[in-house]
């Protein structure tokens, strides 16, 4: 069975830092490309960030750009997303998910159960 669990989630002050992972079972984790997805108290989901299946191309909503940065082991099979100068509309529930291919693509098809960040002082 394909699993994410995702960790690192916490409250945190204005400015600060968290590092979220994700760690990979029951797949060939280096053969997909990954993205975390987050959803706000109260509003829909958002697509963060996306890595390819190697690690070496990286794409972000505007809003994150040069803050967050999305990056995974696949010795590991960990996905990981560092989020610096964080913000209150970064609070949100963070979901890491498995694309259907070595390439992002919209279509994610196994997803994790989230993990809650909140952003305030």
């Known amino acids: 069975e394909v699993q994410f669990v995702e960790s690192g989630g916490a409250l945190v002050q204005p400015g600060g830092s968290l590092r979220l992972s994700c760690a990979a079972y029951?797949?060939?984790?280096?053969?997909?490309?990954m993205s975390w997805v987050r959803q706000a108290p109260g509003k829909g989901l958002e697509w963060v960030s996306s890595?390819?299946?190697?690690?070496?191309?990286?794409a972000y909503v505007d809003s994150v750009k040069g803050r967050f940065t999305i990056s995974r082991d696949n010795a590991k099979n960990t996905l990981y997303l560092q989020m610096n100068s964080l913000k209150p509309e970064d609070t949100a529930v963070y979901y890491c998910?498995?694309?259907?291919?070595?390439?992002?693509?919209?279509?994610?098809?196994?997803w994790g159960q989230g993990a809650l960040v909140t952003v305030s002082s």
């Open positions: 998910a498995k694309d259907i291919s070595r390439w992002y693509t919209e279509y994610l098809d196994v």
């Open positions: 029951g797949l060939t984790f280096s053969h997909y490309a």
């Open positions: 890595i390819n299946s190697d690690g070496d191309t990286a």
